[in-house]
């Protein structure tokens, strides 16, 4: 019994040394926390120059860590993130627009959460995603374990949940809809904070991508009063500093989370952004504020202002501290491979591998950094269009539209075109600009499509955000509720692309109105807010008058007549697997035809 007892002390002994030092290990791999907001300008932070924005964090961490003052994101919102969670050009990732059915994340790729998760590490994001709000192109369907999220681009917008307005919203919390209580910028930190609290064992990768400081511009009062009284702030950058100063003060919390948990020192903190400052205008035509670090162009620019974006990144074990700058070309599809090796990560199949390790940049082990030429581009169309808005890079030569060549070095505003003083780098960078077209766009025929009768999934949810049409896109729950609200009606008709998992019948169900709203088809609705400085509200809905809906989908033409005290209207087909077209669409009372703002697919017996 003496030995027996023996055993069992020893073997005990062995599974908690096991144990101990497994965790210890495991501790070594440093955490992750990628901080990117929306919409905020490299100019809007006050450690880069703004002398009225409050931003004492991000100072904070831009002081004690190491800044890439080159660096480059997308110059609207999805492309930005594609390439970011891919590591590959953001527009081989499959989305170059941010509606239409062209913000799909080609589900080929491997992206950063799923890098994690095979070498072990707990993996969450809060906040914004807009790279798909269907399977399989859902945050929960690509590498993240925990997920609190509102729909497609902004608070607000189609696929989000009905009458969402930044306050006491309801998000998806790992897919299902869940009501929250606050301001959506506190809800998604306060979500991250309790993630770190219950993973601080064991690595984490945390990505916190809040909507803010993107429109509409609703913000709690007391940070709208904070610049209330700036006279060089015209109303709509008041709200958005305030909501810049809101996302200031959650990071303090979270800092001071990661130093009572002990685990800041072994923490990657990055901060970033996803494109430059949106270009704010008011009614009266006050202009804005323009501190933009002497740069030219805002949001959606090829010029310099559109795209290069804040890189601030600390991490005290690393060693990569110090308040140093890296001035050399880098790009935000350079981040994965960064991060992989930062971390010590399993390299596995299908990432992007179009971006380059800066490590050696930020750990200052090379002076010769060899040469590479980038390119952004900013198109908003079904396909995209050879040298559109568009800028090649080398490192601080600017080509524009392939046409206006800028050095940097003696022109950062980009005011003096200098290409004919230079024709031989205008051809090279031509020529640059041949061969990523070339490597870029061999899939652009190749729209991505919502898996629909998966045994995953109970239903699939599609909306006229990511309708394919060239007509005016009903993206926003403002043009739900009015389409004439928009400059051009936004009632266009177009097709979704499907992909069918299982042959069976389907109910398709159709509505003018989301089904979390109750509303019928002869309903209104009131005015949603009430308008203020710090708050946008949203128009009244109107009734449309329908007498049909229309389906068509691989050769079937259904049609059902539309009673208006009814919500929905439903079709029941038999469909084969496959990719297929799918067009649902209403006819009203003139005889115009637009698509389905709500289609609800699901396999049925």
Known sequence: MKSENKKIIIVVLLTLISAYFGRVLAQQ??????????????????????????????????NEGIRLTNFHAGTTCAPSRSGLMTGAEGNRAGVWHTIGGCSL?????????????????????FGKWHLGDEYPYRPEDRGFDETVYHGAGGV??????????????????????????????????SEALDFIENKKDKPFFLYLSTNAPHGPYNVPEAYFNLYKEEPL??????????????????????????????????????????????????????SQYKYNAGMNGYKGSAYEGGHRVPFFIRW??????????????????????????????????????????????????????????CVVDNNRFQQPVKWKNSAVMDNTWRLINGKKLFDLNKDPGQTEDIAVMHPQKVEEMKAAY??????????????????????QIKETIITAHDLHTIAPVTWNQSYIRDPYSSKKPAMGNGYWMVDVQQEGAYQ?????????????????????????EWYD??????????????????GLHLEEPVNMVDNKVLFKAYLSEGRQRLQAAFVNKENIDFAAFYVYIKKIE
């Open 29 to 62: 791999k440093p955490n992750v926390i990628l901080i990117i907001t929306d919409d905020q300008g490299y100019g809007d932070v006050a450690a880069n120059g703004n002398k009225i924005i409050k931003t004492p964090s991000m100072d904070k961490i831009h």
């Open 105 to 125: 994340m080609r589900d080929k790729f491997a992206i950063m959460p799923q890098v994690f998760k095979e070498s072990g590490y707990a993996t969450a994001m």
């Open 156 to 189: 607000g917008q189609t696929p989000d949940f009905w009458n969402n307005d930044y306050f006491d919203d309801t998000y998806l919390h790992n897919g299902e809809p869940q009501k929250y209580k606050g301001y959506c910028t506190d809800v998604f930190f």
């Open 233 to 286: 702030l015209n109303e709509v950058q008041k709200a958005y500093y305030g909501m810049i100063t809101n996302i200031d003060d959650n990071i303090a919390l979270l800092e001071k989370k990661l130093e009572v948990l002990g685990i800041k020192d072994n923490t990657i903190l990055i901060f970033t952004t996803d494109n430059g400052a949106a270009y704010h205008t008011v009614k009266d035509g006050k």
């Open 316 to 373: 005290k074990d690393g060693k990569l501290i110090g308040g140093h700058d890296v001035n050399q070309l880098a790009m935000n599809y350079d981040i994965l491979p960064t991060l992989t090796n930062l971390c010590g990560l399993n390299k596995i199949p299908n990432t992007g591998s179009d971006g380059r390790d800066l490590t050696p940049l930020l750990k200052k082990e090379v002076q010769d950094w060899s040469q590479r030429y």
């Open 434 to 455: 041949e061969r990523w077209w070339a490597y870029t766009s061999r899939d652009f025929s190749h729209y991505e499509a919502y898996k629909i009768g998966s045994p």
């Open 508 to 532: 398709i169900e159709l509505r003018r109105w989301p089904r979390e709203s109750k509303l019928k088809f002869n309903d209104t609705t009131p005015i949603l807010g009430k308008e203020s």
């Open 537 to 554: 509200a949203k128009p009244a809905g109107i009734v449309i008058d329908i007498e049909k809906a229309i389906l068509d989908i691989e």
